[in-house]
């Protein structure tokens, strides 16, 4: 069954660089996203990707960050100056199409960790 | 705020019994999706229900959605070892807009089953 694969598993950056994030999604999905979860919490919104342009932003993606679909098939989120709180763990996600009966499928996530 | 909560918080039980998990939403939806997370791991998609579907099936799942209570309940019958994980609710709210879909999660239920 296909699946959404995102790298690194885990990643660890000094406070202040720069990191990126990548995921490859399902191959026939339109509509991609990110959300992340900090230890403890919930799963976060963060940013919906479809046409090449972003379609919506939680308060959690400001200046800092940004998303691009660079080839036909990755996605990456790239956070620059990175802070203590960004730690967390980030999933991509990516749905077929729009629709009520569309879920979204997940990747296992990348462990971001911000010393 | 939109988002599911779960309860209860922590859920153990014995294989064989069966687990109940309720979700509470506070505002009009368009789904109402179920996740399921091992330790460590993405989220796996379970199950999907529409506004307009009151149950539905899926091998060992039964999903009930209420919205006039604003409510669902996922229900795992003869529940195994392997079902141990945290599961957790999402909701999307009726397009509007460019939104496409972005998910509202609850904090989950930890379940336990014990061999």
């Known amino acids: 069954e296909p699946e959404v694969t995102q790298t690194p598993s885990h990643q660890v950056t000094q406070m202040g660089q720069e990191v990126i994030l990548r995921c490859v999604p399902i191959?026939?999905?339109?509509?991609f996203y990110w959300y992340r979860q900090i230890l403890g919490q919930k799963v976060e919104f963060l940013v919906s990707?479809?046409?090449?342009?972003?379609?919506?932003k939680s308060e959690i993606f400001d200046d800092r960050f940004s998303v691009e679909r660079p080839d036909g098939s990755n996605f990456t989120l790239k956070i620059r100056s990175t802070k203590l709180e960004d730690s967390a763990m980030y999933f991509c996600?990516?749905?077929?199409?729009?629709?009520?009966?569309?879920?979204?499928?997940f990747g296992d996530g990348t462990r971001l960790s911000i010393l | 705020s939109q988002q599911g909560e779960e309860d209860p918080q922590a859920l153990s039980i014995q294989e064989g019994e069966n687990a109940t998990m309720n979700c509470s939403y506070k505002?009009?939806?368009?789904?109402l999706q179920w996740y399921r997370q091992n330790s460590g791991r993405g989220l796996v998609h379970l199950i999907l229900?529409?506004?307009?579907?009151r149950e539905k099936h899926s091998g060992r799942l039964r999903v009930t959605l209420d919205t006039s209570k604003k409510s669902s309940s996922l229900l795992i019958t003869a529940s195994r070892a392997a079902d141990t994980a945290s599961y957790f609710c999402?909701?999307?709210?009726?397009?509007?807009?460019?939104?496409?879909?972005?998910?509202?999660f609850g904090r989950g239920t930890q379940l336990t089953v014990w061999p």
């Open positions: 996600a990516s749905k077929f199409r729009q629709g009520s009966n569309q879920p979204q499928h």
């Open positions: 191959s026939n999905h339109l509509y």
């Open positions: 990707f479809y046409n090449n342009e972003i379609s919506e």
């Open positions: 505002t009009s939806i368009n789904n």
């Open positions: 229900i529409r506004s307009n579907e």
């Open positions: 999402a909701t999307d709210r009726p397009p509007r807009g460019s939104t496409l879909g972005r998910l509202y």
